[in-house]
Nanobody, 115 residues
Framework: VQLVESGGGLVQPGGSLRLSCTTS????????MRWYRQAPGKELELVAR????????NIKDSVKGRFTMARDNAKSTVDLQMNSLKPEDTAVYYCMTELSSSTYWGKGTLVTVSS
């Protein structure tokens, strides 16, 4: 099982980034996918979750209306579109899934929101 995040970087407040998670080694269309983040000195938090069909998403309240999550089951990828970014969105963002009660994580991609 592999999950590889990409798309992070430095962006000014109010800017946008699109994170992608490319996966392999499992049947992508059978599992929910999640994005987590961990800000410096803070705990890991769930940002967004999407169901296997890509129909239902759960977005953390503090980013609702700014972040959206989508998946492409044909490509085994999941994206996190982040708009109107704020300094408090600065964090390492991780893609994650759960298979047979085991969790799998990517290595993360750093998002820095700063002027």
């Amino acid at each position: 099982v592999q999950l590889v995040e990409s798309g992070g970087g430095l962006v000014q407040p109010g800017g946008s980034l699109r994170l992608s998670c490319t996966t392999s080694g499992f049947t992508f269309s059978d599992v929910d996918m999640r994005w987590y983040r961990q800000a410096p000195g803070k705990e890991l938090e769930l940002v967004a979750r999407i169901d296997i069909f890509g129909i239902n998403t759960n977005i953390k309240d503090s980013v609702k209306g700014r972040f959206t999550m989508a998946r492409d089951n044909a490509k085994s990828t999941v994206d996190l579109q982040m708009n109107s970014l704020k300094p408090e969105d600065t964090a390492v963002y991780y893609c994650m899934t759960e298979l047979s009660s085991s969790t799998y994580w990517g290595k993360g991609t750093l998002v820095t929101v700063s002027s």
